[in-house]
């Protein structure tokens, strides 16, 4: 299971969440971003726990938990699978297999 870890503090590392995670079993990986644009650290990353019981009791164990003080947010990670973009608006994806509008 991929579990959104997110509020963290600049301070937290990828080994200080693998400790805390690893208490409830098998952590897989751990991702923390960091901006493309400006290099700047995210708030936010995503550990992966193969066991879904062990996930699930991390996550019900870690949420709200006050770490290196700021309060987590962990939850199983959404991800968007669908463009929610309107075609033909600024930003959005064009499609060319529309039918056409005529005025």
């Given at each position: 299971?991929?579990?959104f870890v997110g509020n963290m503090s600049r301070e937290v590392k990828k080994e200080n969440l693998e400790n805390i995670f690893k208490e409830y079993g098998f952590v897989?990986?751990?991702?923390?971003?960091?901006?493309?644009?400006?290099?700047?650290?995210k708030a936010f990353g995503f550990v992966e726990m193969p066991d879904e019981?062990?996930?699930d009791k991390a996550i019900e164990s870690l949420n709200g938990k006050d770490y290196f003080g700021h309060p987590l947010t962990v939850h199983q990670a959404r991800f968007?699978?669908?463009?929610?973009?309107?075609?033909?608006r600024f930003g959005g994806r064009r499609h060319t297999d529309l039918p056409e509008i005529k005025s």
């Open positions: 299971m991929n579990i897989e990986s751990i991702t923390i971003l960091i901006d493309r644009i400006n290099g700047e650290w019981k062990e996930a968007h699978t669908e463009d929610r973009r309107i075609p033909g």
